[in-house]
């Protein structure tokens, strides 16, 4: 009976890691996944919702854009396009897509393109952020690097989950937690102080920036240089300039010890 039990036990003990190792082999490698949050709440009317989805469209049918994304670390990204708006609201418009090349990114553009609006009601940004940090893990995607992108035109006003007066930070500490390495914010100006609650509130993690959008009409412009950033994983300009410092600090010491 024990020499049963020890062979069931050793069957097992060698079952596992081959099982873990399958599921291993069924996630495609690429250099990024990334997952776009979009904010459709009640205070983005049609002609604004029309005005962001086509910035996103617009965005990876890019020429510029495209090349990031070919020329980036890995050659590819996993990319899916998320609708956000209440504390129970959150919806895939564009499931997770691989993009390597311009067929593909144009692909994923039409179908955002051809994607309907999910919701229409409060602003819940946390709960939206902490939705996606669980989105990574089981996606069919490998990378080294997990980016949120968050856009919204407003403050969070609804996440149940925790206090948002106490606690505006739930979400995205949420999110962090769960592996995401950076989220990024793309806010929608017209707000009073959205720009410094997007700072404080919504970007956070490894190099995490925030790109404003003075109107919907500037969203394209906008997310097109966002896209690139990440992809990209360009430092803030804040660190390129340390970098900067100490590189001349560097050249300094050079020239004192020659």
Request: hydrophobic letters at 45%.
């Amino acid at each position: 009976m024990k020499f049963k039990l020890k062979q069931t036990l050793a069957a097992a003990a060698l079952a596992l890691p081959l099982a873990l190792a399958g599921q291993a082999a069924q996630a495609t490698p690429v250099g990024l996944e990334l997952l776009l949050l979009i904010d459709v709440s009640g205070s983005v009317d049609a002609t604004e919702y029309n005005l962001q989805k086509s910035g996103y469209v617009q965005a990876f049918q890019s020429a510029a854009v495209q090349n990031a994304i070919i020329n980036s670390v890995g050659g590819s990204i996993a990319v899916a396009y998320v609708e956000w708006s209440g504390n129970a609201e959150q919806s895939y418009a564009v499931n997770w897509t691989k993009i390597s090349n311009a067929t593909e990114a144009n692909a994923f553009a039409a179908a955002i393109n051809g994607s309907s609006r999910a919701f229409s009601g409060q602003t819940a940004i946390q709960a939206a952020m902490k939705f996606g940090g669980g989105q990574f893990a089981s996606n069919g995607f490998e990378a080294a690097r997990w980016v949120i992108d968050v856009s919204g035109d407003g403050a969070d006003n609804n996440t149940t989950s925790c206090n948002v007066v106490t606690n505006v930070r739930c979400g995205r500490d949420s999110a962090l937690a769960a592996g995401v390495a950076t989220i990024n914010g793309l806010p929608i100006l017209g707000e009073a102080g959205l720009l410094a609650y997007y700072q404080t509130n919504v970007q956070g993690g490894t190099n995490g920036f925030t790109t404003p959008a003075a109107s919907f009409g500037d969203f394209s412009a906008a997310i097109q240089s966002k896209l690139i950033r990440e992809v990209n994983q360009t430092p803030e300009p804040a660190s390129l300039a340390l970098i900067g410092l100490a590189l001349a600090g560097l050249g300094f010491s050079r020239r004192k010890q020659a």
